[in-house]
Every structure is written in C-alpha cells, then in structure tokens.
C-alpha cells in the first residue's frame, strides 16, 4: 500500500478518481438489478464493489489531515460516479416496462394489430374520453425497445396519452414470459 500513496500526487488523485467512479458505478448498477429481480447478479456486483470501497477508502483515510484532497477527489469521483452508472445502466436497459397509450377509438384495431406484428403482446379496453370514445392499450415491452413502440403509437396518433413505468419481472402473457 506505501508504494501507492508514494505515487506522484497527480497519478495518485486520477487513481483515486477513475477506481470511485467505477465502483459507484457498479454500485447503481447493482441496485437496478437487484430492484428488477436479478439477485443473484446484483450480489456478485456487490461482493465486487465493497472490495474495491474497503481498499479505495483505506487508501482515501490513510494521512487524510497531511492531504485533504483526497477526500475531495473522492468526494468528487462519488458524483460523477452516479452520473456515469446512470448512464451504463440507461444503456443496459434491464427490465420491463409497462406501456399504457390512450387513444381515440378509431386508431385502436389498427394500432392493436400493427403493435402485434411487432411482438408486443397489446390488451386493449374500450374507454370514454370528455369528447369521444378512447381506446386504452397495455404492453410490457423490453427497455430497449420502448422507443420503437412509443414511435409506432405516435405515428398513429401524434396526441396519443402515453405513460411508461417499471415493473418488475411479470409471470405469463404473450411475448414476455418468466418463470
């Protein structure tokens, strides 16, 4: 551990930067998972991170009064750490979401149909608007694929309502099936 803190200062401050964002990093990806039911993946990340957090701290805390900026860089690693696992896990796209997209009930047996061919597993309910009839669709769709079907649902209806959230893993359905 002497050789490390023995680094240039520099060399030492990038160190401590670049080892916290990846384990603050590993950190959200490693709730993501856990909270989309990926136990056994978020805990292997988790053994993985606490490794790097013991020996990234130890380090940080060792003469902390001689070289305050260490805390900082660490401080400021933590940040962009959070910015940077955000980033990994929006690209990951782990989950499911349920689509709900509120249309006018003219649009609805075609959009219904159009989503199908894609895969998507659509139940459609009859619904009433201020002014006309509505139809009320729900999808699960993959992450990755939510902006393919937001964009076919709006290239039916520009206006369409559409809502997205998560959901955790779900059990039978047509596409998406866990067991």
Do not use: C
Request: net charge positive; hydrophobic share 50%.
């Amino acid at each position: 551990m002497s050789w490390f803190l023995s680094l240039p200062p520099l060399i030492l401050y990038s160190v401590i930067f670049i080892v916290k964002i990846i384990e603050v990093g590993m950190s959200t990806v490693r709730i993501v998972l856990i909270t989309k039911g990926e136990k056994v993946k978020g805990s292997i990340i988790g053994f993985a991170e606490v490794l790097i957090w013991v020996a990234l701290a130890a380090t940080v805390l060792i003469d902390v009064t001689q070289d305050p900026m260490k805390v900082v860089v660490y401080a400021l690693a933590f940040a962009f750490g959070n910015y940077f696992g955000s980033i990994v896990e929006s690209k990951m796209a782990i989950g499911t979401v349920k689509i709900e997209a509120v249309i006018k009930k003219v649009h609805g047996k075609r959009v219904s149909i159009a989503l199908r061919e894609m895969g998507y597993g659509v139940t459609a309910i009859d619904a009433y608007g201020k002014e006309d009839r509505k139809e009320i669709l729900y999808m699960h769709v993959p992450r990755k694929q939510i902006h393919t079907a937001v964009k076919l649902l709006r290239s039916f209806q520009s206006d369409a309502m559409i809502t997205i959230n998560d959901i955790r893993p779900m059990y039978g359905g047509y596409g998406i099936l866990r067991k």
